[in-house]
């Protein structure tokens, strides 16, 4: 008994262990420290317990109290978009928004799809992008999931009447971008959307956050920070899971967003588009070759004085209205909007005002004699021959008029545009020592060539301007295994071709525009500029008024000599008014006086058949009046044939409107 | 045949005594004051979630209740088991429950991570974690283990093979990351040791290596540009420094 009682007590022997492990005082002694171990970590964790619990409390709880109220953004009204007289080109019509709060959607995963393929039904939105967009912000139940921005009064009313058969779903109110004038300046204005992940990123320390509505393009994106105005705060009770436990509580409301006024004319950027499309269908149904696959152009028109754009055109265009509320991707893809598609509808979304670059042909002359005057390689009542062709190096450079032969002065080259006189320029540019740098382009560059203009309009390019450090560095031995010793050198022919504009040469409507200024407003280079001012919008009490902006950089000298200039202008101004002009036919009988130039520029196009071969650009630039100029317009029918053909009587169009004037009876156009 | 009868009756009255007897000795050997303590702790948990949970689910104010009843009910089944079992049958089979206990917080690693961390087995109706269980049949392996070695608990070596067998489990739990577990784990192992009678100067020189250990993870390595830890674990071991924040 005594030996069964031990073994209780203490463990049981073990054939291993030499003798049963007692409980020795050694032993005693380790688990009472041990114990008094335990005991001091427990009074310590009670103490601390004691002074977070009683002396802290009050303060702590107050704490976590605030911890319970969560914030909820209040989207602002976004400010319109007003032309330079005050007509609304965008603005906001209130919408009624389906939101879901994924928190309150029912917990058992049938009910919950039953409930989303109902609300599906009821939307005619797909129940898969229900679906997709719930679990996308389901690490975030504080941010109401968008299902549908524009829902019809039906459908709301359908909501509302069966509230308890859709939990987690609510109607609130939104503002949805309208386009009054529907596609009108679409490159302009641009689009806006639901900021992306990647925007959110780059975009979270200036305020943006989940959910806000961002401008992607144009003006919309430009002066976001103008249009998008300051969102608001409600309150909302919610549990430790951050569950909603009460009604949305408005704390600070939403400043809506600033109006920005643009330089645009709604009625001369009509008359700009329609000028546009007029050029493309006379080209199409000029017969001319090439023509029949004209199917783009842009129209710029901006006040010489200071850079203001009064139009911008870009056809083909797009409704900026397809990127409002929900956005369905087949509508994308019928508009030509996704990368997909983009091509087959010639890449609607491109503003080929600053981001097509185009050969600028004869248009770029007058860069080349106000180069050669100021180089002093070329006086300007100098004499020169001009023929059908001109041969250097064994090379033989066409006139586009083969059978003309006589001489003549520089304004009549530039009005008569005759290529074989500014061959003979260009030659001389290459024949100028090198230590100075190629000297046409330095004048060109001078000009705005070969760099974005500055417009506040966002993508735009900066053409090319060809130098022989440019040939040195594109075609290299890994780029151009085949003629790069050849290639990479500069050559009498390029300085020939440069001069009238051809080859490499790369400028945007744009640029030309702003060229085409210069000479306008005596030697300015202006920077061409969309932004009027930004207005606060008069609210209860406070009235309207006008918000500091940045304003365009003042028009800055070229230090181009006057008598320069004046050629270069009496040129100009032949080429629209004497029988022999390039645009006499189209210009000469408008009322007011107008000065410009054609251009036809060819470019290695592929209609879409596999073949690239060159097809000429029809351009047009010019000012008028003539003698104090108010308006440049520029324009570039992609494949429109000659200058005279396609451009210029779409720029006429576009004088027509701004001077409200008609232009009578138009000859026959002899042009390149 | 009646006699036969009769110390057959008398047999089965001396075996219901004796069984009586075993039975009431059992019941008093019985550790009351730790049952009655879990009792509480029990009780207090259930009382503290029916005033908590009362307003969760609308229309049934008792559902957290009743689930943590059942939870508890099957705790105390649990229990029983537990206790019939011989302790015998843990000192000799030591290494059945140290192998099944790594092997389970092994193959852990091997599936997908939930949360961020792979510490669970999902058995389909069931997702569960091992490391958890590990905390009770870990001591239960160690013990087994330095009972064996009672003897030779003093010698360098043994201690070393110990802390060998100790640090395994921990650092799988730690790589899941659990590193809570791992710690708790840890304690476990030093408090083995210490009852187990290692020498002092083992058990200071060890606990010099930890302080030293730790330092080094915590601000040592990462001054010097190697972040052994990740930023919230760091926060973890050192926020009891400053309460208020929420880190």
């Known amino acids: 008994m005594a030996n069964r009682v031990r073994s209780r007590r203490f463990l049981p022997p073990d054939p291993r262990v030499e003798e049963?492990?007692?409980?020795?005082?050694?032993?005693?002694?380790?688990?009472?420290?041990?114990?008094?171990?335990?005991?001091?970590?427990?009074?310590?964790?009670?103490?601390?317990?004691?002074?977070?619990?009683?002396?802290?409390?009050?303060?702590?709880?107050?704490?976590?109290?605030?911890?319970?109220?969560?914030?909820?953004?209040v989207q602002a009204p976004r400010g319109p978009i007003l032309d330079r007289n005050g007509q609304v080109l965008v603005t906001n019509v209130p919408g009624t928004a389906v939101q879901i709060w994924s928190s309150d959607l029912p917990?058992?995963?049938?009910?919950?799809?039953?409930?989303?393929?109902?609300?599906?039904?009821?939307?005619?939105?797909?129940?898969?992008?229900?679906?997709?967009?719930?679990?996308?912000?389901?690490?975030?139940?504080?941010?109401?999931?968008?299902?549908?921005?524009?829902?019809?009064?039906?459908?709301?009313?359908?909501?509302?009447?069966?509230?308890?058969?859709?939990?987690?779903?609510?109607?609130?109110?939104?503002?949805?971008?309208?386009?009054?004038?529907?596609?009108?300046?679409?490159?302009?204005?641009?689009?806006?959307?639901?900021?992306?992940?990647?925007?959110?990123?780059?975009?979270?320390?200036?305020?943006?956050?989940?959910?806000?509505?961002?401008?992607?393009?144009?003006?919309?994106?430009?002066?976001?920070?103008?249009?998008?105005?300051?969102?608001?705060?409600?309150?909302?009770?919610?549990?430790?899971?951050?569950?909603?436990?009460?009604?949305?509580?408005?704390?600070?409301?939403?400043?809506?967003?600033?109006?920005?006024?643009?330089?645009?004319?709604?009625?001369?950027?009509?008359?700009?588009?329609?000028?546009?499309?007029?050029?493309?269908?006379?080209?199409?149904?000029?017969?001319?070759?090439?023509?029949?696959?004209?199917?783009?152009?842009?129209?710029?028109?901006?006040?010489?004085?200071?850079?203001?754009?009064?139009?911008?055109?870009?056809?083909?265009?797009?409704?900026?209205?397809?990127?409002?509320?929900?956005?369905?991707?087949?509508?994308?893809?019928v508009a030509g909007l996704t990368p997909r598609t983009a091509e087959g509808a010639n890449f609607p979304a491109l503003d080929r005002a600053i981001d097509g670059a185009y050969p600028p042909g004869s248009t770029f002359k007058p860069v080349t004699a106000i180069a050669a005057m100021q180089e002093h390689i070329l006086q300007p009542f100098e004499s020169l021959p001009c023929t059908g062709s001109y041969k250097k190096n064994g090379q033989v450079f066409k006139n586009w008029d083969p059978f003309v032969n006589e001489?003549?002065?520089?304004?009549?080259?530039?009005?008569?545009?005759?290529?074989?006189?500014?061959?003979?320029?260009?030659?001389?540019?290459?024949?100028?020592?090198?230590?100075?740098?190629?000297?046409?382009q330095a004048w060109a560059s001078r000009f705005g060539f070969g760099q974005k203009t500055g417009i506040d309009l966002g993508s735009e390019r900066s053409g090319l301007l060809p130098t022989p450090d440019w040939r040195k560095k594109t075609y290299t031995k890994k780029t151009d295994p085949g003629h790069w010793a050849i290639d990479s050198l500069w050559k009498p022919g390029d300085s020939i071709q440069l001069a009238i504009g051809q080859k490499d040469l790369l400028v945007t409507p744009m640029q030309m525009a702003r060229f085409y200024a210069m000479i306008a407003n005596g030697g300015k280079l202006v920077t061409p500029h969309l932004l009027q001012d930004v207005e606060q919008p008069s609210s209860n009490g406070t009235p309207g008024r006008a918000v500091p902006s940045t304003l365009p950089p003042a028009p800055e000298p070229t230090n181009v000599d006057a008598q320069a200039l004046a050629v270069v202008r009496e040129g100009l101004y032949q080429a629209t008014h004497y029988s022999f002009g390039t645009s006499a036919s189209i210009f000469g009988s408008f009322p007011i006086s107008i000065s410009g130039k054609t251009g036809t520029a060819e470019k290695s196009i592929d209609p879409g058949d596999g073949y690239p071969r060159l097809f000429n650009q029809s351009w047009w630039c010019g000012y008028g009046p003539s003698d104090s100029p108010d308006l440049v317009v520029c324009a570039l029918i992609e494949n429109g044939g000659h200058g005279g053909d396609a451009a210029a009587p779409a720029a006429l169009k576009v004088f027509e409107s701004f001077f409200g004037k008609q232009a009578t009876v138009t000859g026959p156009i002899h042009s390149d | 045949m009646v006699d036969h009868y009769v110390s057959n009756a008398r047999a089965a009255a001396r075996a219901r005594r004796r069984e009586a007897v075993e039975v009431a000795s059992f019941v008093r050997r019985l550790d009351w004051l730790l049952l009655g303590s879990v009792a509480a702790v029990v009780g207090y948990g259930l009382w503290a979630i029916a005033g908590i949970t009362h307003h969760d689910v609308t229309g049934n104010p008792g559902y957290y209740l009743t689930r943590q009843a059942v939870y508890v009910?099957?705790?105390?089944?649990?229990?029983v088991v537990a206790v019939l079992v011989d302790p015998e049958l843990y000192r000799t089979r030591w290494r059945w429950i140290f192998g099944t206990t790594a092997f389970l917080i092994a193959i852990v690693l091997l599936t997908g991570p939930i949360r961020g961390s792979k510490r669970w087995l999902d058995l389909g109706f069931f997702r569960f974690q091992p490391s958890e269980f590990g905390k009770v049949l870990f001591v239960l392996a160690l013990a087994g283990l330095v009972a064996d070695r009672a003897r030779g608990i003093t010698r360098v070596g043994t201690v070393l093979r110990i802390l060998g067998f100790g640090l395994a489990?921990?650092?799988?739990?730690?790589?899941?990351?659990?590193?809570?577990?791992?710690?708790?784990?840890?304690?476990?192992?030093a408090a083995v040791l210490f009852v187990a009678g290692a020498r002092w100067w083992h058990l200071a020189a060890l606990a010099l290596a930890v302080v030293v250990s730790c330092m080094a993870i915590l601000w040592w390595l990462p001054a010097g540009g190697m972040q052994v830890l990740k930023p919230y674990q760091t926060s973890r071991l050192t926020g009891f420094t400053h309460p208020t924040s929420d880190a």
């Open chain 1, 20 to 73: 049963p492990y007692r409980f020795t005082p050694k032993l005693a002694l380790r688990v009472g420290l041990l114990g008094m171990v335990a005991l001091a970590v427990f009074a310590t964790l009670f103490l601390r317990l004691w002074s977070l619990q009683v002396l802290n409390g009050q303060q702590l709880l107050r704490a976590a109290q605030n911890n319970q109220r969560r914030d909820i953004r």
């Open chain 1, 107 to 333: 917990k058992r995963r049938g009910v919950r799809l039953r409930e989303i393929r109902k609300l599906a039904r009821v939307l005619d939105v797909p129940a898969y992008q229900i679906g997709a967009a719930v679990r996308k912000h389901r690490s975030d139940p504080l941010t109401p999931v968008k299902v549908k921005d524009g829902a019809t009064q039906a459908q709301v009313f359908y909501l509302k009447e069966r509230a308890e058969d859709f939990p987690g779903v609510q109607i609130a109110p939104t503002y949805l971008r309208y386009y009054p004038h529907k596609e009108l300046a679409a490159h302009v204005l641009g689009y806006v959307s639901e900021i992306s992940p990647g925007q959110l990123k780059a975009l979270h320390d200036q305020g943006y956050r989940g959910g806000d509505t961002i401008g992607q393009t144009g003006i919309e994106s430009y002066y976001d920070k103008y249009l998008r105005g300051t969102a608001g705060l409600s309150q909302l009770r919610v549990d430790s899971l951050g569950r909603p436990i009460s009604l949305v509580l408005p704390k600070v409301p939403a400043h809506p967003g600033d109006a920005v006024r643009l330089t645009l004319d709604v009625k001369l950027q009509k008359a700009a588009e329609e000028a546009l499309r007029y050029g493309i269908d006379r080209a199409r149904n000029s017969g001319c070759y090439g023509c029949w696959n004209a199917n783009g152009g842009a129209i710029v028109a901006i006040d010489p004085h200071d850079g203001a754009v009064r139009a911008l055109a870009s056809y083909p265009t797009y409704r900026p209205s397809l990127f409002v509320g929900r956005v369905r991707q087949r509508a994308l893809d």
């Open chain 1, 407 to 440: 001489a003549m002065t520089l304004p009549t080259a530039l009005a008569k545009s005759c290529d074989t006189y500014f061959y003979q320029v260009g030659y001389r540019f290459y024949g100028m020592p090198s230590d100075r740098g190629p000297r046409l």
């Open chain 2, 73 to 79: 009910f099957i705790g105390v089944v649990c229990l």
């Open chain 2, 169 to 189: 489990p921990i650092f799988l739990v730690f790589i899941q990351p659990d590193i809570g577990t791992a710690l708790v784990y840890g304690a476990a192992l």
